[in-house]
C-alpha cells in the first residue's frame, strides 16, 4: 500500500514539473531595467520591460534650477535616447541640437542615425533629485540608492524567471 501511494506521489510530481517546464519554455523571455551601484553591484531596482518600452530620468539641473527629462526606449538589452525636455540651456544640454519650444520648454528629439547604449551611468544628487520613470511608476533614485553612484542596463529574463 505504501510503495502504491509513493508511485502516485512520484508520478504526480513528475507531471508537475513537466508542466511547469512546458509553461516555462512556452513563454517569450522578456527583459529587466537594473538600476545597480557601480562599486558594488547591490541591485536597487528591477523594473520588467519589453521592447518599445520607454523609461525616463527626470532631474533638477544644478545649474540652472530647471526641470530636465531624458528618455529613452528598449530595444532588446539596449538603449535609445529618444526624447530630450528643458527648460533653459545649461551645462551638459544639447546647445547646438535642433529643438523645438513648446510653451516655455525646449524638445529635443534626436534624429539621424541611432545610437544604441548598452548602459547609463548615473549619479544621483540630493540637489537634482533624479527620479526613473518606467510606465507609470515613478522611483527616488536619491532615496532608493542613498545617492550611490549607479548603472542603469537591461538584461534578459529566461521564461523560467518569469513564470517565478
Request: hydrophobic share 35%.
Amino acid at each position: 500500500m505504501q510503495h502504491t501511494t509513493n508511485i502516485r506521489f512520484i508520478t504526480g510530481l513528475l507531471v508537475i514539473v513537466l508542466l511547469a517546464s512546458t509553461i516555462g519554455t512556452s513563454i517569450a523571455p522578456g527583459f529587466v531595467l537594473i538600476i545597480e551601484d557601480i562599486d558594488t553591484d547591490e541591485t536597487y531596482i528591477r523594473h520588467p520591460v519589453g521592447n518599445g518600452t520607454t523609461f525616463a530620468v527626470e532631474y533638477t539641473h544644478s545649474v540652472e534650477k530647471t526641470r530636465v527629462y531624458d528618455e529613452y526606449q528598449v530595444s532588446g538589452q539596449q538603449f535609445v535616447n529618444t526624447r530630450m525636455e528643458f527648460e533653459s540651456y545649461g551645462w551638459g544640454l544639447p546647445a547646438t541640437a535642433n529643438v523645438t519650444n513648446r510653451n516655455g520648454t525646449f524638445v529635443y528629439n534626436p534624429s539621424g542615425p541611432i545610437t544604441t547604449m548598452s548602459e547609463l551611468l548615473l549619479s544621483p544628487g540630493r540637489i537634482a533629485n533624479h527620479t526613473l520613470i518606467v510606465n507609470d511608476e515613478r522611483y527616488n533614485l536619491v532615496i532608493q540608492t542613498n545617492a550611490n553612484d549607479v548603472r542603469i542596463h537591461i538584461e534578459r529574463q529566461s521564461p523560467m524567471e518569469r513564470v517565478v
